[in-house]
């Protein structure tokens, strides 16, 4: 009986350690600059080739026609495309890189991940417009809290962005190719970062308004303070 106890005490602790494993935090700061051959543990779904043909940067290449691709990263080996994205307190994390074109430009560009039955879908052209033959920077883009700006498929919304962020599958980027004809592409500086949250600064309106409340409070105040003293006054002279 106590052979069985130990044995389903250690089967516990050996789960406890390989989910705490899986869902480890990244260690970081991290950046991917692709300056060897190879993908570095990133891969695609289908829709493009990927590859890393000397060019110190992730080829993403198009054949003719209409075409998407996930473009993503798996693993790494310090779990950088997955696992717990949430941020110290305090702090964002961030998520920068480079996408580089030639003459053509992307039909469509989003930063994505996925966690277990959610894709979220950040979309960059709405804020970040993409120029032809250009090195473009996408910057300082928050991973670990969330936005309006994210979108996606599944269960989308403030509180579930808050578990998935937690337990990210992978992590990379979403493209589409514009008009018939092959298109390629290149994917550059992947690179997380913490930076400290903004702190809110006030409306002008706002502030106005704050300042009236004081005045307001202070007139008020001294009014009340010159009665009581004239009352004061008014009873010392009595006497």
């Not at 996930?70 to 994390?93: C, E, M, R, S, V």
């Not at 052209?125 to 120029?131: F, K, V, Y």
């Amino acid at each position: 009986m106590s052979n069985r106890i130990n044995n389903m005490v250690v089967w516990i602790a050996a789960l406890v350690v390989t989910s705490s494993a899986c869902l480890a935090s990244p260690v970081l700061p991290f950046s991917q600059s692709w300056t060897n051959s190879g993908t570095a543990s990133w891969t695609n779904d289908g829709g493009a080739t990927v590859d890393n043909p000397n060019t110190n940067a992730l080829r993403i290449a198009f054949g003719s026609g209409p075409g998407s691709s996930y473009i993503y990263g798996t693993g790494g080996t310090n779990g950088q495309y997955g696992g717990d994205f949430k941020a110290p307190a305090g702090t964002n994390l961030t998520v920068s890189f480079k996408f580089i074109t030639g003459a053509d430009t992307p039909g469509a560009l989003y930063l994505a991940f996925q966690s277990g039955g959610e894709m979220w879908r950040y979309n960059l052209l709405a804020s970040d417009p993409i120029a032809a033959n250009s090195t473009n920077q996408i910057s300082s883009k928050v991973l670990s809290s969330y936005s309006t700006q994210w979108g996606g498929f599944g269960n989308i919304n403030s509180t579930q962005y808050a578990a998935d962020i937690g337990a990210v599958d992978w992590i990379g980027i979403y493209v589409a190719n514009s008009g018939f004809g092959a298109q390629t592409y290149w994917l550059d500086d992947w690179t997380y970062g913490y930076e400290p949250v903004p702190v809110p600064v006030p409306e002008p309106e706002t502030v106005w308004m704050i300042l009236a409340v004081v005045m307001s409070i202070g007139i008020t105040f001294r009014s009340r303070l010159v009665d009581t003293m004239n009352q004061m006054k008014t009873r010392f002279t009595k006497v």
